[in-house]
């Protein structure tokens, strides 16, 4: 069972950062995407920000340059560095594991339980 434990989150003032991290219990250094969603009341979850085992980056188009997604395999963790934040970015961030296999039927999708970040105006 693929657990994924988050932490970082908590509550700032608009214009200060918060860095989340996420450690999996496995090894993400192959064959792994990482990333991290999000979801506010009464809205649906959206990519963060997401990045590929050969290091691709991919943002949501409001991070705007910043927020900044890093991984470090030999922890098999991911960071997830914050800057400048606004109250809409309040929400419970998710983290997310996507473990391809060799074939795609047995490819598998984890998520952290959550951890709120508050921002306060």
């Known amino acids: 069972q693929v657990q994924l434990v988050e932490s970082g989150g908590g509550l700032v003032q608009a214009g200060g950062s918060l860095r989340l991290s996420c450690a999996a219990s496995?090894?993400?250094?192959?064959?792994?995407?990482m990333g991290w969603y999000r979801q506010a009341p009464g809205t649906q979850r959206e990519l963060v920000a997401s990045?590929?085992?050969?290091?691709?980056?991919k943002y949501g188009d409001f991070v705007k340059g910043r927020f900044t997604i890093s991984r470090d395999n030999a922890k098999n963790t991911v960071y997830l560095q914050m800057n400048s934040l606004k109250p809409e970015d309040t929400a419970v961030y998710y983290c997310?594991?996507?473990?391809?296999?060799?074939?795609?039927?047995?490819?598998?999708?984890?998520w952290g339980q959550g951890t709120q970040v508050t921002v306060s105006s």
């Open positions: 990045i590929s085992s050969d290091d691709s980056l």
């Open positions: 997310n594991l996507k473990r391809y296999a060799l074939s795609s039927k047995y490819d598998r999708t984890y």
């Open positions: 496995v090894s993400i250094d192959s064959r792994t995407d």
